[in-house]
């Protein structure tokens, strides 16, 4: 049984740095693409950040790019999204996913397994 257990959201001043974790069981990190996606209040779910399962392949999304960064620790079966110079609009609460199905990887549907989500608020 696959499990992704994320934790690190909270709450932060904008300008500030969040460090998300998603420690997975039930499959090796290192064999599967994994991403982060971000779903604000009344919004869709929008993606973030892909990493390939060779790691050489990472993309982010627009908002994203140049301020966060997604790795991963293969030695603790954990991927990890550090989060800097947060904004405001920053807030949303963020999912891992793992497991890429479908040809589109911004897309939550082409994912088969998630994480639990947790909140990241950014106050102004």
């Known amino acids: 049984q696959v499990q992704l257990v994320q934790s690190g959201g909270g709450l932060v001043q904008a300008g500030g740095s969040l460090r998300l974790s998603c420690a997975a069981s039930?499959?090796?990190?290192?064999?599967?693409?994994m991403g982060w996606f971000r779903q604000s209040r009344g919004k869709e779910r929008e993606f973030v950040a892909v990493i390939g399962w060779s790691g050489g392949t990472i993309l982010y999304s627009a908002s994203a790019k140049g301020r966060f960064t997604v790795s991963r620790d293969n030695a603790k079966n954990t991927v990890f999204l550090q989060m800097n110079s947060l904004k405001p609009e920053d807030t949303a609460v963020y999912y891992c996913a793992a497991d890429l199905i479908g040809p589109d990887y911004s897309k939550g549907v082409y994912w088969r397994y998630w994480g639990q989500g947790t909140q990241v608020t950014v106050s102004s």
């Open positions: 039930g499959l090796k990190v290192s064999k599967y693409v």
